[in-house]
Nanobody, 124 residues
């Protein structure tokens, strides 16, 4: 599985960014795909996930109401629209996939595959 993320950058608090992830190589139709983040000195934090079969979504409490995950099935792209960004959102964001549990344990920080990260920096 290959996961190619892009779209990070520097933004002021209250601003918006959209991350994209081009995914390929899945051998199963059942998987969860989404994003986790890792800030300096901290562990992985699941951010958002979408299920491949029913498009059900999961969000971390810290981003609910501000972030939206979606996907373009035809293009195999997953998006993370991030609005009302806060300095606490500063982290490296990774696109990841879970084909073991279909993303049902996204908050657990265990994923089957992930791509290179993209830096998101929110200034106050």
């Amino acid at each position: 599985v290959q996961l190619q993320a892009s779209g990070g950058g520097l933004v002021q608090a209250g601003g918006s960014l959209r991350l994209s992830c081009v995914a390929s190589g899945f051998t199963s139709d059942y998987y969860g795909i989404g994003w986790y983040r890792q800030a300096p000195g901290k562990g992985r934090e699941g951010v958002a996930c979408i299920n491949s079969l029913d498009s059900s979504t999961w969000y971390a409490d810290a981003v609910k109401g501000r972030f939206t995950i979606s996907r373009d099935i035809a293009k195999n792209i997953v998006y993370l629209q991030m609005n009302s960004l806060k300095p606490d959102d500063t982290a490296v964001y990774y696109c990841a996939a879970d084909w073991t549990y279909g993303g049902k344990n996204w908050s657990g920080g265990v994923y089957d595959g992930w791509g290179q990260g993209t830096q998101v920096t929110v200034s106050s």
